[in-house]
């Protein structure tokens, strides 16, 4: 079985300032990482996955995560932060049974606001 | 690219009213799912569909039902609203079961139940 947990519902940074988000994650097999971002009254938009290879995956709008199995986690940064940064952003991995065969699921952190002042 | 499209966007029900929740894509994904999002608790898996004629329970299956009989459809229904089932409701897809796989959502269906 796979989880995942995001630590703080709601961050609020200055703008400019780093953005940190956390998300650690359990899985009995290896696990295959996403993060979603969702602005308000739109849909979910990938912002980047980590599945085998480089353990620091960039993604859109200059985010980038690390992953560090050691530490069971994929927290995503972005050096600066901006204004139409803020929205909802979604950690989730990809489900897989024993034998690794997924049925295109994802289970889904809780969810962390970002709050991006002047 | 229309990619996933759901329907209605907004739509208010009655207690005990029944409705569907439309999702197409067009992209001839094979896997397709439902998902409902709550304040606090992230989203959760309702019902999913591994190909035409080919469905399965989620997390939170009970007061919805779900048949998938093209690839391009898979509709959601409620058939006795409840209170306890507004939220906010996404449709996703993606190309086969490979854990690569982007999963792609829809734009939302904000559902409330007076």
């Known amino acids: 079985a796979q989880s995942v947990t995001q630590l703080g519902s709601h961050v609020s940074v200055s703008e400019g300032a780093l953005v940190l988000l956390r998300c650690n994650y359990s899985?009995?097999?290896?696990?295959?990482l996403f993060w979603y971002v969702q602005y308000p009254n739109q849909g979910l938009q990938l912002l980047l996955k980590?599945?085998?290879?480089?353990?620091l995956v960039k993604g859109i709008n200059g985010f980038e995560a690390e992953f560090k199995k050691s530490e069971t986690s994929f927290h995503l940064t972005k050096p600066s932060a901006h204004m139409s940064d803020a929205a909802e952003y979604f950690c989730?991995?990809?489900?897989?049974?024993?034998?690794?065969?997924?049925?295109?699921?994802?289970?889904f952190g809780q969810g962390t606001i970002l709050t991006v002042h002047p | 690219n229309a990619g996933v499209t759901q329907t209605p966007k907004f739509q208010v029900l009655k207690t005990g009213q029944s409705m569907t929740l439309q999702c197409a894509q067009d992209?001839?994904?094979?896997?397709m799912s439902w998902y409902r999002q709550d304040p606090g608790m992230g989203l959760r898996l309702i019902h999913y569909?591994?190909?035409?004629?080919?469905?399965d329970q989620g997390e939170v299956p009970n007061g919805y039902n779900v048949s998938r009989s093209t690839t391009e459809d898979f509709p959601l229904r409620l058939l006795s609203a409840a209170p306890s089932q507004t939220s906010v409701y996404f449709c996703?897809?993606?190309?086969?079961?490979?854990?690569?796989?982007?999963?792609?959502f829809g734009e939302g269906s904000w559902l409330t139940v007076v």
């Open positions: 996703a897809s993606s190309r086969t079961g490979d854990r690569k796989n982007t999963i792609y």
């Open positions: 899985s009995s097999v290896p696990p295959y």
């Open positions: 980590y599945t085998t290879g480089a353990t």
């Open positions: 989730a991995v990809n489900v897989a049974n024993a034998g690794g065969t997924s049925y295109g699921k994802l289970t």
């Open positions: 992209m001839n994904h094979e896997y």
């Open positions: 569909s591994v190909g035409a004629g080919i469905t």
